[in-house]
Nanobody, 115 residues
């Protein structure tokens, strides 16, 4: 059993910053992949950023240069630093952790960018 717990969402003005955190715990001691998807009503879930064991990171084009993903492997925690936020970033952000063919999800945290 794996538990994924997120924190850090909220309301921020355009141009502001937020930091999301996510920790995976349970029967797996380390995760190959950790990252974030986001979803808005009526749209498919979109991969925002992922961090792979060994240091590889991937970002969707729309957040490159504004978002930074990082990991604390000792704590099985992944962070998403979001700067220069735009209204288009408004979504529910879901953390995922992966090992082999298994993917585990957090409950989602709302990020709202609005003045």
């Amino acid at each position: 059993q794996v538990h994924v717990v997120e924190s850090g969402g909220g309301l921020v003005q355009p141009g502001g910053s937020l930091r999301l955190s996510c920790t995976g715990s349970g029967s797996i001691s380390s995760f190959y992949a950790m990252g974030w998807y986001r979803q808005t009503p009526g749209k498919q879930r979109e991969l925002v950023a992922a961090a792979i064991t060994g240091g590889t990171t991937n970002y969707v084009d729309s957040v490159k240069g504004r978002f930074t993903i990082s990991r604390d492997n000792a704590k099985n925690t992944v962070f998403l630093q979001m700067n220069s936020l735009e209204p288009e970033d408004t979504a529910v952000y879901y953390c995922f952790v992966g090992w082999g063919s298994s993917v585990y999800w957090g409950q989602g945290t709302q990020v709202t960018v609005s003045s």
